[in-house]
Structure formats: structure tokens, C-alpha cells
């Protein structure tokens, strides 16, 4: 690939769910990719990609420390996606990895002469990472914020997914941050709820399901003893993949926020419509997949909602960034429940 070519992408954690995605549609789109992977991950990019002349694989060990200098050269742009998932690393390792590798992608960019980034957040930063505002009968917008801080997410006791919802927060604040001190940045947020879906063929790598990522939460309904208890239910928002991926490309389009207008103008939630209630998604596999019947947990005794469920404004998506339409929540649990049994049988 020529990176003199005047379209070439960084994407950051391009082996990863969303970033396998992001990459794909970006060379459906005609850009050339530049694809950041690590350790093992960055030989199964190397192969998967390896014959497409317009991307291009880059090994960073770890995004929070590493030189970016030569993945950046000749690149007009970057997708930041790289992030620890919940729970698969340390606490102090997971804020290290989101927030410094955060500012040390948007230092490098700027050092590169790169203006334009995308930064993949996520809708947790609307609320505290207690979550509890999901049952609380609230619009979230991109207005919001939850409140949180180091002290705070290294208390003893805390759960991994509060940890994680705790670290999008200050990740995404300190991008903010950086962009408003440095106002020749033209940062993009992404910011969509629980992200499900089918991987690109060829990239879900793993042997268990420690390594589904947010595809972890649906497999709950068919891992277990069929007629158990419905998992606890967590928020239950969410966005397909291909959905956030497109979102992304989108991003890259926009014009600069205009001098005098707030530096977050370009931060932009994204979600399916509905909402994938566990009760709901057992009785549509039951009826669509009923071979799945004894695998799938009772809904007797199911528990009623700790309160009203709130909702998602994805008005400025629509307006603003283009995301119009998305797959619906009965479409993106079959696809995903489809793509976990297919990778089940690679496990055995």
C-alpha cells in the first residue's frame, strides 16, 4: 500500500470486534487502512487482511506507552478503538490502558499533523457507573455525564463493569479535555450501549467464552443448564456492530465544530431501537430457535424491572451524523445467538 495516498486510516484495536468491523467498511468505502493489533492478535490481522493491498497490519504492543510515529505516518486520520473490556485486566491496568492510551494516540496524531480522530466511547459515560439511572425513567443525551473518579474506581469491592464504565467516563473527559487545550484537534466521540452482533469471519479469536467481549452478556441465555434463572438483567440498550461501525465512517465525513462552538458538538450516541429485556429474548428464541429450548433459562418467577426503564436520544446521529436506521433488537440478538453457536463448535 502507498501511504502517499491521501485517504489512509489509523485504526487503533482494528482485530477487535468493532475495530475488524470499522476496518471492513472502511475498505468497502475505498480508504486505505492502517490496522493496529497486538501479540497474537496482530498475525491473525496480518493473515485475515494480508492480501487486500489497501491495508495495511501494525504491531503496538501497548497503546498506552508505545510510538506511534511510524503507524501514524502518511495517515489523514484516526479511529481510536483499542480498550480494555471488562474485567480483563487489573484495575489500575485498565485505567492506565483507557486514559493514557487515549491522550498517547491524540498526542502522536497531533505531533503527525493529523487533526481529525474518532474516538470510540460508549453511552455508560452518560450516567454514574452504578448503572442505576437505566431503571430511573430518564432520556439520555449526549448532554449528560456520569460522575466518578480514580478514588473512586480503585475502592475495594468494586465490580469490573463498574470499573469499566468508570474508566469510559474519564477516558472520554480527558479526550474532551485535550481537544479544548489543543483546538486544532477535531475529535468525534462514538457512544453506543452494549455492542452485539456477528465478528468479521476470520477475526473472533479466543477458546471460551472469556474472550466473546459484550457478546458474553446474550450467550447467557444458551450457556447453562436449560430452565435455570434468567441472568441478572444489566441495561438493556444496545447497538449492532455493523451499526457502530458505520457510525465511525460517518464521523470521518463531518466538518470541523466551527470557531466559538463547544468542542463536544461532535459527540454522538448511537443505539438500536427497543431494548433486549431477557424475557423478551428467550420467548423470540424460543419461537425462532426453539432447537435451542433446553438450553434457555425458565422465564417463570422472572423479575419485574427495579423501575421505569429510561431511553436513548439518538436525535443528533440522525441530524448530524447520518445513522438514520439501525438493526433492530429481535434481528441483532438472532444474529449474534446465530454467530455464538458457530463459535462454539471452534472451541471444542
Known amino acids: 500500500m502507498s501511504t502517499s495516498s491521501s485517504n489512509v486510516i489509523l485504526v487503533t484495536g482494528a482485530s477487535g470486534f468493532i475495530g475488524a468491523h470499522v476496518a ?78 487515549t491522550l498517547n494516540v491524540l498526542r502522536h496524531a497531533l505531533k503527525a499533523g493529523i487533526s481529525k480522530v474518532v474516538l470510540t466511547s460508549s453511552w455508560a459515560t452518560t450516567l454514574d457507573p452504578s448503572l442505576t439511572a437505566t431503571f430511573a425513567g430518564t432520556v439520555f443525551s449526549e448532554k449528560d455525564w456520569g460522575n466518578t473518579s480514580l478514588q473512586d474506581l480503585m475502592t475495594e469491592g468494586r465490580n469490573p463493569l463498574y470499573v469499566y464504565c468508570g474508566t469510559k467516563i474519564l477516558a472520554e473527559l480527558e479526550a474532551w479535555r485535550f481537544a479544548d487545550e489543543h483546538r486544532e484537534l477535531d475529535l468525534a466521540t462514538i457512544n453506543p450501549p452494549f455492542v452485539y452482533g456477528k465478528p468479521v469471519d476470520g477475526l473472533a479469536s479466543g477458546t471460551g467464552p472469556a474472550s466473546l467481549g459484550t457478546n458474553a452478556l446474550p450467550y ?35 466538518p470541523k465544530v466551527p470557531a466559538g462552538a463547544s468542542v463536544q458538538d461532535k459527540r454522538f450516541l448511537v443505539a438500536g431501537p427497543g431494548a433486549i429485556l431477557w424475557p423478551d429474548a428467550v420467548r423470540v428464541l424460543l419461537e425462532k430457535r426453539p432447537a435451542l429450548k433446553d438450553r434457555l433459562p425458565t422465564l417463570e418467577n422472572a423479575p419485574p424491572l427495579p423501575g421505569p426503564l429510561s431511553g436513548i436520544d439518538t436525535t443528533r446521529a440522525k441530524e448530524v451524523l447520518g445513522v438514520k436506521e439501525y438493526v433492530g433488537w429481535e ?18
Open 331 to 348: 434481528d441483532t440478538l438472532l444474529e449474534t445467538i446465530d454467530a455464538l453457536l458457530d463459535l462454539e463448535k471452534t472451541w471444542e
Open 24 to 101: 471492513v467498511q472502511l475498505l468497502e468505502a475505498g480508504y486505505h487502512v492502517k490496522g493496529t493489533a497486538r501479540g497474537a492478535k496482530f498475525e491473525i490481522l496480518r493473515k485475515h487482511f494480508g492480501s487486500n493491498q489497501k491495508f495495511t497490519p501494525v504491531e503496538i504492543n501497548d497503546v498506552a506507552t508505545d510510538d506511534f510515529t511510524d503507524a501514524m505516518e502518511g495517515v489523514v486520520a484516526v479511529i481510536h478503538i483499542a480498550s480494555p473490556l471488562a474485567g480483563s485486566q487489573s484495575r489500575q491496568d485498565t485505567l492506565n490502558s483507557a486514559i493514557q492510551g
Open 220 to 254: 447467557q441465555l444458551i450457556a447453562g443448564e436449560g430452565g435455570r434463572p434468567l441472568p441478572p438483567q444489566l441495561p438493556p440498550f444496545f447497538c449492532n456492530v455493523r451499526d457502530v461501525a458505520r457510525a465511525h465512517v460517518l464521523a470521518l465525513q463531518l
